[in-house]
């Protein structure tokens, strides 16, 4: 009995080794996340906190805009709102004994300087520049005292995710119907005799026009984005 289990699961292993292929692929790395950073209001840059190599969190202020006349407008708008909220309070109370007229110019005046407020704070808050991830500054044009414009924006900073990384794989298109999300890659760094292996998340639904590649993703960690590299991919026909 064991012999005869044994030469079932030979012929099992032999038998997916007969169909099974392998898919040459290049690759290259680049960062899981990646964005290019600009100022969308327009003056002067006031302060530059971080440059190239660092680490931020998100929400981290890596730069800010001279912003002393909105900041003032900004807490005159929290005056108005303070005493139109007072006015509106009192007017409340006796609303059953005013005209009603009045009381809706009062509640218009209140729900007024609340918006304008809010305006306000926005164009404050557009004088900061924040980090949208977690991740490292790998790129920065801005120094203090730059013009920026938001009729015509600029990007000052790059910003990519510290470690997490993918790999655009790329084959040709002729084998488009062989490999799937869940295949597996085997590969290496150009340089580096290393062997590893990843599993192929998604799949772009299109070809290369240029040249007739068709590129999937891998989710990879701790490579350097710009390296490159080759294995093959492990399909079933």
Same mark, same amino acid.
């Given at each position: 009995?064991? =012999? #005869?289990?044994? @030469?079932?699961? =030979? ?29 969308? %209001?327009?003056? #002067?840059?006031?302060?530059? $906190?971080?440059?190239?190599? %660092? ?9 800010? !805009?001279?912003? +002393?006349? #909105?900041? @003032? ?12 909220? /007072?006015?509106?309070?009192?007017? !409340? ?9 009045? &009381? ?7 729900? *007024?300087?609340? *918006?304008? !407020?809010?305006?306000?704070? %926005?164009?404050? $808050? ?37 470690? /997490? ?9 002729? $084998?488009?119907?062989?490999? /799937? ?6 590969? +290496? ?17 299109? %070809? *290369? ?8 993703? #891998? ?8 390296? &490159?590299?080759?294995? =093959? ?5």
């Amino acid at each position: 009995m064991k =012999t #005869i289990l044994r @030469a079932v699961v =030979t012929l099992l292993i032999l038998s997916n080794f007969l169909h099974a292929k392998e898919i040459y692929a290049t690759f290259t790395v680049e960062p899981l996340h990646e964005a290019k950073l600009a100022f969308i %209001a327009s003056g #002067i840059v006031k302060a530059v $906190n971080v440059d190239v190599g %660092a680490k931020v969190k998100k929400g981290e202020i890596l730069a800010e !805009l001279a912003n +002393s006349d #909105i900041k @003032a407008m900004l807490e005159v708008s929290k005056t108005t709102l303070k005493y139109a909220k /007072k006015d509106f309070e009192r007017q !409340l109370k006796i609303k059953k004994l005013i005209d009603e007229a009045r &009381f809706d110019s009062v509640a218009y005046k209140y729900e *007024n300087a609340k *918006n304008q !407020l809010a305006y306000q704070q %926005a164009l404050y $808050n557009k004088t900061f520049l924040k980090a949208p991830f977690d991740g490292v500054i790998y790129e920065k044009d801005v120094e203090v005292g730059d013009a920026v414009s938001a009729m015509m924006l600029k990007t000052v900073f790059k910003l990519q995710s510290q470690n /997490k990384r993918k790999l655009l794989v790329r084959f040709d298109q002729k $084998n488009r119907n062989l490999v /799937k999300v869940g295949s597996i890659f085997i590969y +290496s760094i150009d340089g580096d005799k290393k062997k590893y292996s990843g599993t192929i998340t998604k799949i772009y639904p299109r %070809a *290369n026009a240029n040249s007739r590649k068709i590129t999937a993703e #891998i989710y990879a960690k701790g490579f350097l984005p710009g390296l &490159f590299g080759d294995g =093959t991919i492990e399909v079933k026909e």
